[in-house]
């Protein structure tokens, strides 16, 4: 199974890439960018480790 997060390098650090996205995460709307790389491999990893999430539709 791929990965929807991954760790890209950025200009001051590392950010925490979705893939499904195609931009930066956000946690509580804060991009998870210039991280330290331990940082950003063990969020990258956690998040991974989340089940996917249900189609909006399905939400309402």
Wanted: charged fraction near 25%.
């Amino acid at each position: 199974m791929s990965e929807r997060f991954v760790v890209r390098p950025d200009t001051k650090g590392f950010s925490v890439f979705d893939l499904a996205l195609g931009q930066v995460a956000e946690i509580a709307k804060i991009p998870q960018r210039t991280l330290s790389t331990e940082d950003a491999e063990h969020l990258a990893r956690l998040l991974n480790q989340q089940p996917p999430a249900a189609p909006a539709e399905q939400l309402n």
